[in-house]
């Protein structure tokens, strides 16, 4: 029952609806006891030789009145206990979605896709089926089973009630028994579907690599031993489940055994009378669905109890990025200073960051090259707090980025990453992503200063055009165009390009480069690229090297100096000689 307790802030919540729920409920439990009463009294009718039509037209009336209320409240609880389920059912929903679009991306990188949907699909419904079909079979079962025994053992014997009673005590050792088995497999079971969604996930979106790589025989493998693994596992649990009604028939059947044997003997001693027997059998009858209910309580509460605890561990992950109770609700703007003493990822030994001062003052542009895993992409992301726990400061405006609030800075902020993510949309409402109502003009002039509006337009649809998922049926340089319009768009104070320009050609480079220096006047501009050619205009380059600055200044200024800037600066110059075929010379 330890679920309940754990769901009791929403039970708390929509008290109402369930206390309406819970007294229909018992309405028709206490209705359920009219049936069998009247059969017996109808049966010693019949054997006294009593019964005339107009009394027994009395009892059938009586029957249909049961009938009718007992349709009427089954109709509404069912509204007010399963309808509050599907409530519980939304509202956890929303709390994962909630705190997943609060979470970092720490939390994303030790977390699985397909884990995380599987808690907000499976795992929610087994806790839906216990705040549902739980509250229903616990409360049915208890009041059915403690009414009939009252009314069996007060109206007709309480020595043949103690006697039927017996095995009773069997069943709850055995059910108790059987939920600790069934708690315990169920786990593993929604362990290994979270594994196989996972995996169903993965290899749907990285379907074009399996193939190029032809590795599908052995995905398909792969995928086939994740889905034997649930089976296996499910069937674990289905064994235990299928232990509940041959229990539960077999303490069922010896406790009827009992009821005909004793109760026999009781007629016979004129104890009771014939119509008592019958119905003390009919009632009798109406335990064997509070015995099974039992064995299906456990179930569900077992597998309710699983996928909660499963639940609350993620909504009990703590959000590493978040407001001070005293941040600023505005847009920040002004020059932009890196004060990073040193930045180490959680978990890990050796800092990505050290040292990493200068200032830029608002309207400029900054170049950061240097190799792959110098730290460009973490500085960054450090700047859209995006991961947090450095030493030192980041300041725009001369005050500290975590004095603003986390969404008014990052509407300030216009982030365009290496890797891009388009929707399952039209183009025209990936590039207005961030600003849905913006106007289709705006739309379309963001996507000529990227240099995709020609693309579009020769599109099918043009900019009404389904994408896929993923963007699946664009090229590399159509997505980061769009990506790009999406964030110019936006017109923010700061724009960062992550790479963003690698999968273009040198004269779409160039464009875009000429679009930015005419229509970001004023407004700062990040740029990181292994393409030199892509940030040699900017006012201040920075080139990195093992998290920190090992060379500072404009294109000119680096390229007088010595150094790796000015190496691979001539190395590229010459690669491109080479490929339009020419000579340096």
Same mark, same amino acid.
């Given at each position: 029952?330890?679920?309940? &307790?754990?769901?009791?802030?929403?039970?708390?919540?929509?008290?109402?609806?369930?206390?309406?729920?819970?007294?229909?409920?018992?309405?028709?439990? &206490?209705?359920?006891?009219?049936?069998?009463?009247?059969?017996?009294?109808?049966?010693?009718?019949?054997?006294?030789?009593?019964?005339?039509?107009?009394?027994?037209?009395?009892?059938?009336?009586?029957?249909?009145?049961? =009938?009718?209320?007992?349709? $009427?409240?089954?109709?509404?609880?069912?509204?007010?206990?399963?309808?509050?389920?599907?409530?519980?059912?939304?509202?956890?929903?929303?709390?994962?979605?909630?705190?997943?679009?609060?979470?970092?991306?720490?939390?994303?990188?030790?977390?699985?896709?397909?884990?995380?949907?599987?808690?907000?699909?499976?795992?929610?419904? %087994?806790?839906?089926?216990?705040?549902?079909?739980?509250?229903?079979?616990?409360?049915?079962?208890?009041?059915?089973?403690?009414?009939? $025994?009252?009314?069996? %053992?007060?109206?007709?014997?309480?020595?043949?009630?103690?006697?039927?009673?017996?095995?009773?005590?069997?069943?709850?050792?055995?059910?108790?028994?059987?939920?600790?088995?069934?708690?315990?497999?169920?786990?593993?079971?929604?362990?290994?579907?979270? %594994?196989?969604?996972?995996?169903?996930?993965?290899?749907?979106?990285?379907?074009?690599?399996?193939?190029?790589?032809?590795?599908?025989?052995?995905?398909?493998?792969?995928?086939?031993?994740?889905?034997?693994?649930?089976?296996?596992?499910?069937?674990?649990?289905?064994?235990?489940?299928?232990?509940?009604?041959?229990?539960?028939?077999?303490?069922? =059947?010896?406790?009827?055994?009992?009821?005909?044997?004793?109760?026999?003997?009781?007629?016979?001693?004129?104890?009771?009378?014939?119509?008592?027997?019958?119905?003390?059998?009919?009632?009798?009858?109406?335990?064997?669905?509070?015995?099974?209910?039992?064995?299906?309580?456990?179930?569900?509460? @077992?597998?309710?109890?699983?996928?909660?605890?499963?639940?609350?561990?993620?909504?009990?992950?703590?959000?590493?990025?978040?407001?001070?109770?005293?941040?600023?609700?505005?847009?920040?703007?002004?020059?932009?200073?890196?004060?990073?003493?040193?930045?180490?990822?959680?978990?890990?030994?050796?800092?990505?960051?050290?040292?990493?001062?200068?200032?830029?003052?608002?309207?400029?542009?900054?170049?950061?090259?240097?190799?792959?895993?110098? =730290?460009?992409?973490?500085?960054?992301?450090?700047?859209?707090?995006?991961?947090?726990?450095?030493?030192?400061?980041?300041?725009?405006?001369?005050?500290?980025?975590?004095?603003?609030?986390?969404?008014?800075?990052?509407?300030?902020?216009?982030?365009?990453?290496?890797?891009?993510?388009?929707?399952? %949309?039209?183009?025209?409402?990936?590039?207005?992503?961030?600003?849905?109502?913006?106007?289709?003009?705006?739309?379309?002039?963001?996507?000529?200063?990227?240099?995709?509006?020609?693309?579009?337009?020769?599109?099918?649809?043009?900019?009404?055009?389904?994408?896929?998922?993923?963007?699946?049926?664009?090229?590399?340089?159509?997505?980061?165009?769009?990506?790009?319009?999406?964030?110019?768009?936006?017109?923010?104070?700061?724009?960062?390009?992550?790479?963003?320009?690698?999968?273009?050609?040198?004269?779409?480079?160039?464009?875009?480069?000429?679009?930015?220096?005419?229509?970001?006047?004023?407004?700062?501009?990040?740029?990181?690229?292994?393409?030199?050619?892509?940030?040699?205009?900017?006012?201040?380059?920075?080139?990195?090297? @093992?998290?920190?600055?090992?060379?500072?200044?404009?294109?000119?200024?680096?390229? @007088?100096?010595? =150094?790796?800037?000015?190496?691979?600066?001539?190395?590229?110059?010459?690669?491109?000689? $080479?490929?339009?075929?020419?000579?340096?010379?």
């Amino acid at each position: 029952m330890k679920v309940f &307790m754990d769901l009791k802030w929403f039970f708390k919540q929509e008290k109402r609806p369930y206390m309406v729920g819970i007294l229909l409920l018992i309405l028709v439990a &206490m209705l359920e006891l009219v049936p069998p009463k009247i059969i017996g009294i109808v049966v010693d009718s019949i054997k006294e030789g009593t019964l005339t039509g107009s009394l027994l037209l009395k009892w059938m009336m009586i029957l249909t009145v049961a =009938g009718i209320l007992m349709y $009427v409240a089954r109709y509404f609880w069912r509204v007010m206990i399963f309808g509050s389920a599907y409530k519980l059912a939304r509202q956890l929903r929303d709390m994962l979605y909630a705190h997943f679009t609060k979470m970092s991306q720490t939390f994303y990188q030790k977390k699985r896709v397909g884990d995380l949907m599987a808690h907000a699909t499976n795992d929610i419904q %087994a806790i839906q089926q216990t705040a549902g079909a739980g509250v229903l079979t616990l409360v049915d079962s208890l009041t059915i089973g403690v009414a009939v $025994v009252v009314v069996m %053992a007060a109206t007709i014997s309480w020595e043949l009630t103690l006697i039927c009673l017996i095995p009773m005590p069997f069943m709850a050792i055995m059910t108790n028994w059987y939920g600790r088995l069934l708690h315990q497999r169920f786990s593993k079971a929604q362990e290994a579907f979270s %594994a196989l969604n996972d995996k169903t996930q993965e290899s749907i979106t990285g379907i074009k690599v399996i193939k190029t790589f032809g590795q599908e025989k052995e995905d398909v493998e792969d995928f086939y031993d994740k889905s034997a693994d649930v089976v296996k596992k499910n069937l674990a649990v289905a064994r235990v489940d299928a232990l509940y009604d041959p229990t539960i028939a077999i303490i069922v =059947g010896v406790s009827f055994f009992l009821s005909i044997a004793f109760g026999a003997k009781f007629v016979i001693d004129g104890r009771i009378t014939i119509g008592e027997l019958v119905s003390f059998n009919a009632y009798l009858g109406l335990l064997v669905w509070p015995m099974l209910a039992f064995g299906w309580l456990f179930n569900i509460l @077992e597998r309710g109890r699983a996928s909660y605890d499963r639940i609350r561990a993620i909504l009990d992950e703590p959000v590493d990025v978040k407001d001070r109770p005293d941040a600023l609700d505005q847009v920040p703007t002004g020059d932009l200073a890196f004060q990073i003493d040193g930045f180490t990822y959680p978990g890990e030994q050796q800092p990505v960051l050290k040292q990493i001062h200068f200032k830029l003052r608002r309207g400029e542009t900054l170049g950061i090259v240097g190799k792959t895993g110098a =730290g460009k992409t973490t500085l960054l992301k450090l700047l859209i707090r995006e991961s947090e726990g450095f030493s030192g400061d980041i300041l725009i405006g001369e005050r500290p980025i975590d004095q603003y609030k986390l969404e008014r800075l990052r509407e300030a902020i216009g982030y365009v990453p290496q890797e891009h993510f388009l929707f399952s %949309a039209t183009v025209a409402e990936n590039i207005s992503f961030a600003m849905p109502d913006a106007a289709i003009e705006d739309v379309h002039h963001a996507a000529k200063l990227a240099k995709v509006d020609q693309d579009i337009l020769q599109f099918t649809d043009g900019y009404e055009t389904i994408v896929g998922e993923r963007g699946v049926s664009l090229s590399g340089g159509q997505k980061q165009r769009i990506s790009i319009a999406r964030s110019l768009l936006m017109q923010p104070e700061v724009l960062i390009l992550d790479d963003s320009l690698s999968a273009v050609d040198a004269k779409t480079e160039e464009g875009i480069l000429a679009s930015l220096r005419e229509t970001r006047a004023g407004k700062t501009t990040i740029i990181t690229a292994h393409r030199l050619s892509a940030i040699q205009h900017a006012d201040m380059i920075l080139v990195l090297d @093992e998290g920190e600055i090992a060379q500072m200044g404009t294109h000119d200024e680096l390229m @007088e100096r010595d =150094g790796w800037y000015k190496e691979m600066y001539l190395h590229q110059q010459l690669e491109a000689i $080479v490929e339009k075929g020419g000579s340096h010379g």
